[in-house]
């Protein structure tokens, strides 16, 4: 269960936004990583984020559940590869591997 | 000066320099994605009298005559440019055919992008003919039917970036630069939108006592 504080935190929380701009910059990497086929292994990632263990279990299921809207095969064109190259490069963001 | 992959950029460059093949080649590439993307926006009425292939192809020749505009300084990468194109003229069929019987029956969306409320229905359709075998198509069609529920119990701000993301397949710059949000702001969204997605399906697994 996802914790509510870590999603609907009270509006102007620097605490809160700080984990909700986390796990956003996060969802959007396993997206991303899911949809480029990549391995995602979840207990993997939950023990070496122990502080975001269930969201991330969380986030990778449902994640996995919505790419089964994805056209499999579809050819891909456009700005992004595989891929995206733009994830992680803010650096005030931090990717899964980097923390 | 917008980032495109190198064939794309390639194509471009080749066009830019009056190669009409290179042109065709590259409004090509990029045709299936077109053709999902309408598919998906096209209200199922209006889709019963048009096929999403002709309304790609109209969108194209629309790109085509402003690519030298677009040549001259691309504002943004060619995919969301052209996807605009795609998007005009679905909103143009949509008030042609369906605003004239009732105007409510639409939604209008930020950076005006029009999602119908019936936006998702095709999607069992659409996924099971990308099948191979019979049993594969129903698991995949049942299971997206499942999601396309859940789709419609949400809020057309969070719907329309899980339908960016997952049926259109765009990249989260690209989100951003369709609907006109920064990218955390599109990214926050996408947050948002699968938590109500899991809340959602929390809620169907609780059994009734």
Avoid at chain 1, 73 to 96: C, I, M, T, W, Y
Avoid at chain 2, 3 to 28: H, K, M, P
Wanted: hydrophobic share 40%.
């Amino acid at each position: 269960m996802i914790p509510n504080s870590a999603i609907d935190g009270p509006p102007g929380s620097s605490e809160f936004d700080e984990v909700d701009s986390v796990l956003a910059e996060w969802a959007s990497e396993l997206a991303d990583r899911i949809r480029a086929g990549e391995p995602v292994d979840q207990e993997y990632l939950a023990a070496r984020h122990p502080e975001y263990a269930d969201q991330l279990r969380h986030l990778v299921r449902t994640i996995k559940m919505m790419t089964v809207l994805i056209v499999p095969g579809r050819s891909k064109q456009g700005v992004h590869g595989p891929v995206h190259p733009e994830v992680g490069r803010d650096e005030h963001s931090r990717r899964l591997s980097d923390v | 000066m917008a980032i495109n992959d190198s064939e794309t950029e390639s194509l471009l460059r080749q066009a830019g320099r009056g190669d009409d093949a290179a042109l065709g080649r590259l409004l090509e590439l990029y045709r299936p994605r077109l053709k999902q993307m309408v598919s998906i926006r096209l209200d199922r009425r209006v889709a019963t009298r048009l096929d999403p292939s002709d309304v790609v192809q109209d969108a194209l020749a629309d790109a085509g005559m402003n690519l030298k505009d677009y040549l001259r300084e691309p504002p943004i990468p060619f995919y969301p440019w052209l996807r605009r194109f795609a998007q005009e003229r679905v909103i143009q069929l949509h008030r042609q055919h369906l605003f004239a019987e009732k105007r409510s029956l639409f939604r209008e969306q930020s950076g005006q992008v029009f999602l119908p409320d019936e936006a998702t229905i095709q999607l069992a359709d659409l996924l099971a003919s990308s099948q191979s075998t019979p049993s594969q198509q129903l698991i995949r069609g049942e299971l997206c039917q499942q999601v396309r529920q859940l789709l419609d119990r949400l809020s057309p701000r969070d719907r329309e970036v899980l339908v960016l993301r997952y049926l259109e397949d765009l990249s989260f710059p690209e989100i951003a630069l369709a609907v006109g949000l920064n990218e955390g702001a599109v990214k926050m969204r996408h947050l948002r939108a699968l938590e109500r997605i899991r809340v959602l399906l929390n809620s169907e697994d609780e059994v009734p006592q």
